[in-house]
């Protein structure tokens, strides 16, 4: 399990020298945050974090949510592109999201600007982070739910790159949020991805 909390998350995103929105009402910082201490095997599990920053009246709300920013293992060892399966690379994607259907049924964050992803064509046990393996484009990484219904418990088909929660009621309230950010500041959305280990410490 990661824990941190927003102030941390903020400290985290700065530190990589990416941007952190402080405006009032809704101005959403949606990170990513992928666990470190998988040591890159697929677990094919939620055992990262989605978390969700912004401000209401100037005060300061936060979430933090179970979901996966891998590939499940399905997609792992099936992968639908010849090159091998995507796995986000860490990074800012400024504006790279925004509010429409996912695979045409549901409401969901999708993918509008080109970002970074590794390819993994080996199929071993492994995500393979090579910097040689990085193309950019617009693969339909999105960021959607599992379950219609409930949760999911592994990941399996739900992601092939994408970004996915485990929990449904969380992606209702991640998406009701977002729906309310777009009504004051536009259907554009900035992804962050950071690393459990690059969590900044409080001292």
Same mark, same amino acid.
């Given at each position: 399990?990661?824990?941190?909390?927003?102030?941390?998350?903020?400290?985290?995103?700065?530190?990589?020298?990416?941007?952190?929105?402080?405006?009032?009402?809704?101005?959403?910082?949606? +990170?990513? @945050?992928?666990?470190?201490?998988?040591? $890159?095997?697929?677990?094919?599990?939620?055992? /990262?974090? %989605? *978390?969700?920053?912004?401000?209401?009246?100037?005060?300061?709300?936060?979430?933090?949510?179970?979901?996966?920013?891998?590939?499940?293992?399905?997609?792992?060892?099936?992968?639908?592109?010849?090159?091998?399966?995507?796995?986000?690379?860490?990074?800012?994607?400024?504006?790279?999201?925004?509010?429409?259907?996912?695979?045409?049924?549901?409401?969901?964050?999708?993918?509008?600007?080109? +970002?970074? @992803?590794?390819?993994?064509?080996?199929? $071993?046990?492994?995500?393979?982070?090579?910097? /040689?393996? %990085? *193309?950019?484009?617009?693969?339909?990484?999105?960021?959607?739910?599992?379950?219609?219904?409930?949760?999911?418990?592994?990941?399996?088909?739900?992601?092939?790159?994408?970004?996915?929660?485990?929990?449904?009621?969380?992606?209702?309230?991640?998406?009701?949020?977002?729906?309310?950010?777009?009504?004051?500041?536009?259907?554009?959305?900035?992804?962050?991805?950071?690393?459990?280990?690059?969590?900044?410490?409080?001292?």
């Amino acid at each position: 399990m990661i824990t941190c909390n927003r102030e941390q998350i903020e400290d985290s995103v700065k530190a990589k020298g990416y941007r952190y929105f402080i405006g009032d009402n809704y101005d959403v910082n949606i +990170v990513g @945050v992928r666990n470190s201490s998988t040591d $890159d095997k697929i677990t094919n599990k939620f055992d /990262d974090h %989605i *978390t969700l920053s912004y401000k209401i009246d100037d005060e300061w709300k936060f979430h933090c949510w179970e979901a996966t920013t891998d590939p499940g293992a399905y997609w792992m060892e099936h992968p639908m592109n010849k090159d091998g399966c995507a796995i986000l690379v860490p990074g800012q994607y400024r504006g790279s999201h925004k509010i429409r259907l996912h695979q045409g049924k549901y409401q969901a964050l999708g993918q509008k600007k080109p +970002v970074k @992803v590794y390819r993994d064509d080996d199929r $071993d046990n492994e995500y393979d982070t090579d910097e /040689d393996s %990085i *193309t950019e484009g617009i693969y339909g990484i999105n960021i959607h739910r599992s379950n219609p219904y409930d949760e999911s418990y592994y990941v399996n088909k739900w992601s092939a790159g994408c970004q996915v929660f485990k929990r449904i009621e969380d992606y209702k309230l991640f998406m009701n949020i977002c729906h309310k950010a777009k009504d004051i500041w536009g259907n554009s959305f900035t992804y962050t991805l950071i690393e459990s280990k690059d969590i900044v410490k409080k001292k």
